[in-house]
């Protein structure tokens, strides 16, 4: 249950960030608080968006599915399913694979940071470790 | 986990609340630029026409100005279809942007980034006619990397020239030459180096007419 309650929070924050970068692209805000990173090269690249849509936004509506199907499990009828388990493992290795990715073209091909990209990474491989745990644990 | 759901509630309304905040606030300027020192390279601006046509008028202009997106999208069609297209008139667009508007610079950037590609006048046309990044002070820099794309520039080589500010010192330069012949506002219309206070694209017609009639 630990496990999906860490999953549930970590999607929410997930889906703040993955919100936040959206709405700038979408030219909601008006500019990134970035510090020191390149955060408006990165999301102004051609890396940010992938087949017409932005990258942001599939950050957002995979965190969201994370968030929804992690709170699903954990109500009472839903807590001991491994079917769930699996679900979220599944979606957090694709999400997983997807970061690895964007990490990749930040660090090898942009040879540019964005830090809320970093933040997004982090929580991302956080939720497939946890995801991945709690697939193991009977 | 009554108290799970009300840490939930917490980082969403902490969340929702920072966004709203950022949203609200003054978008900065684009990145700030060095002092700037007027360029010498003999640049005299971008010209639609033919050299040879018997008038030539010189526009100072910005990017962010309302009557100057006005001129360009209403007037300016009529112009080149009716006079420019023909050979009768050459037109010269100076950048003149004023420092009241926070995104002239950086729009009249862009449009140089463009002309560096040979896409000075698909950039201009593009500013001027979504000109509604003008009106909402957010910073535009990822808007106008998309006219870039729309007209189908480099984008590699756009974000170095914009990144470097490579052509600040024209855009300087442009500046201090309409100071110099005397420009207060914009638009600005100047023939054969004397001010031309009309605008409308009947004004320049006559204009021409008048002009070219002189000629014969």
Known sequence: MIRRQAIVLLALVGLLVATYLWLYKIGVLGELRCGTGSCEYVQTSRFAD????????????????????GLAGLEGRFAGDRRLSVLLAALATAGFAFTLYLTYIELFV??????????SAAIMTAIWAAAVAGLTRR | MKRFYVLLALVA?????????????????PPAAAPVVAATDGFRGYTLGVESAPVEVTEYSD?????????????????REQLIAPGKLRWRYRDFPLPTHRYSRYAALAAQCGGEQGKFWEMHDQLFEHH?????????????????????????????????????????ASVQEGEAAGVRGTPSFYVNG??????????????????TKKHK
């Open chain 2, 132 to 172: 509604q990044w003008a009106q909402t002070g957010k910073n535009p820099r990822s808007l106008f990397r998309d006219f870039a794309r729309a007209v189908g520039l480099d984008l590699d080589k756009y974000d170095a020239c914009m990144d470097g500010q490579r052509y600040a010192g024209r855009i300087e």
């Open chain 1, 110 to 119: 942009l040879h540019a940071i964005c830090r809320w990209c970093v933040a």
């Open chain 1, 50 to 69: 992938l087949l017409g849509v932005p990258v942001a936004f599939y950050g957002v509506a995979g965190y969201a599915t994370l968030f929804v199907i």
């Open chain 2, 63 to 79: 990017f962010e100005c309302p009557f100057c997106a006005s001129f360009a999208t209403v007037q300016m069609p009529v112009i």
């Open chain 2, 13 to 29: 309304v902490a969340g929702g609340g920072a966004m709203w905040y950022s949203s609200h606030r003054q978008a900065a300027p």
């Open chain 2, 194 to 211: 004397r001010p031309f206070e009309r605008s409308t694209s009947d004004d320049f017609k006559a204009l021409v007419d008048s002009l």
